[in-house]
DNA sequence: CCAATAGTCAAGTTTAAACTTAACTATGAT
DNA sequence: ATCATAGTTAAGTTTAAACTTGACTATTGG
């Protein structure tokens, strides 16, 4: 029997989804745009950081699938894409489903004794 | 209609949760754990690093309840806690909701002009 | 057309956190 | 009893990544 590959984590997807959200601020962006979207400037302001500041953590935002922009006018329209919260939602699923397996099978190892 | 408390983020249990995964030796760690259980000696041997750096990784995901340990005799047996792995199901599936509950009442409001 | 606004890019600085060292404790093996 | 092994603690170093600056482009409003 093949050896199982629980190393998701060598997914560059998952990688970026969980390097996104380890952050601070990122998460405070990704939860403000989920109250709506907002333009790059808007999402700045409270945040007390600057443009480029902002702009480099939507790249990384982005880049996990968590946020989707556009650009209108000389405005940056930016808003919540629920594919990164769907990859998420998928990986902790399978991985708890993934453990428990494997925890009631060595239970059963363990029982047999 | 009081506004919806959507900054979860502001809950330790969460803020912990993304710290501990959002970095790529922790991540190796926890994955290592789902395939059973390893002390710290085991843990850190692969990743090139040593036993007092590795004692720290296991801190914070013990603290994001993703890790679990117990000293026996002199050493640190370390497992998975599936407790972390519910939480970030629980996170998504309700951000989730959250979100397309709000875009589908802003496409409402949007169809109707 | 001109000034203000919003954002971007390349390059550098700053800081948080990852990591190490050295000295120590506790357990296990011979 | 003593030596090796496993881990811990406090303190310091290193590094990755967060953040800024200054110069630039593109859009918009007067």
Redesign the pocket.
């Known amino acids: 029997m093949a050896k199982l590959e629980t190393n998701i984590n060598a997914q560059p997807e998952i990688e970026a989804l969980f390097f996104a959200l380890g952050?601070k601020?990122r998460r405070h962006i990704f939860f403000s745009l989920m109250d709506g979207e907002k333009?790059?400037?808007q999402l700045a302001e409270p945040l007390n950081?600057?443009?480029?500041?902002l702009?480099?953590?939507i790249k990384?935002l982005e880049a996990a699938k968590l946020v989707r922009t556009e650009?209108v006018?000389?405005?940056?329209i930016c808003s919540v894409n629920p594919e990164g919260l769907a990859t998420m939602e998928n990986f902790a699923k399978l991985h708890r489903n993934l453990w428990s397996s494997r925890f009631s099978a060595l239970r059963k190892i363990v029982e047999a004794h």
């Open positions: 952050e601020q333009t790059v400037k950081i600057t443009l480029t500041g702009g480099q953590h990384i650009k006018g000389r405005e940056r």
